[in-house]
T-cell receptor, first 110, second 112 residues
Framework: QKEVEQNSGPLSVPEGAIASLNCTYS??????FFWYRQYSGKSPELIMF????GDKEDGRFTAQLNKASQYVSLLIRDSQPSDSATYLC??????????FGGGTRLMVKP | DGGITQSPKYLFRKEGQNVTLSCEQN?????MYWYRQDPGQGLRLIYY???????QKGDIAEGYSVSREKKESFPLTVTSAQKNPTAFYLC???????????FGEGSWLTVV
């Protein structure tokens, strides 16, 4: 059984701080890694994806992947109250089947 | 606009009743998926289809059925055999293996 683990939170950070969201996965054969943001009552929306070890930056967001440690993270710089949401980590196998973590709830306080 | 359309957004089901959730996409994606999300939980895969006229069971297929007669459409039927169907249902699609999965806006199903 493939597993993706996230701390459910809530993770509380002050406005302007860096939020660090973490995810571990069990399947060493995993090939693709995604972060989705989900506001309460809404569907998930893609923030970033990463396929290779290292960092990938997109605006205020940085995804970090370490396949040896089976660990993927998302950093949000200059956090805003509008970033308050649940962040879902998803890990894909060779057939693009995604396994989702339970999500981390982020609260950014003004 | 290109996207994934789910309907209805809200649906109420009586005990013993079958209901069907619609999912249509105009993204020309080959693969389509149905997920279930319970409050405070992650997404669990119900069924998926990689090509027309073919579909596979996901992790929680019992009590559900699907069809894929057209590339654009992947309806989900929640049967009376599904004993705890109250949840948020999400349809998704992708261009295929290695491509990003995009979601529709979801359908809320409640048993009354």
């Amino acid at each position: 059984q493939k597993e993706v683990e996230q701390n459910s939170g809530p993770l509380s950070v002050p406005e302007g701080a860096i939020a660090s969201l973490n995810c571990t996965y069990s399947d060493r054969g995993s090939q693709s890694f995604f972060w989705y943001r989900q506001y309460s009552g809404k569907s998930p929306e893609l923030i970033m994806f990463i396929y290779s070890n290292g960092d990938k930056e997109d605006g205020r967001f940085t995804a970090q992947l370490n396949k040896a440690s089976q660990y993927v993270s998302l950093l949000i710089r200059d956090s805003q109250p509008s970033d308050s949401a649940t962040y879902l980590c998803a890990v894909g196998d060779a057939g693009n089947m995604l396994t989702f973590g339970g999500g981390t709830r982020l609260m950014v306080k003004p | 606009d290109g996207g994934i359309t789910q309907s209805p957004k809200y649906l109420f089901r009586k005990e013993g009743q079958n209901v069907t959730l619609s999912c249509e996409q105009n993204l020309n994606h080959d693969a389509m998926y149905w997920y279930r999300q319970d409050p405070g939980q992650g997404l669990r895969l119900i069924y998926y289809s990689q090509i027309v006229n073919d579909f596979q069971k996901g992790d929680i297929a019992e009590g559900y059925s699907v069809s894929r007669e057209k590339k654009e459409s992947f309806p989900l039927t929640v049967t009376s055999a599904q004993k705890n169907p109250t949840a948020f249902y999400l349809c998704a699609s992708s261009a295929g293996p290695g491509n990003t999965i995009y979601f529709g806006e979801g359908s809320w199903l409640t048993v009354v």
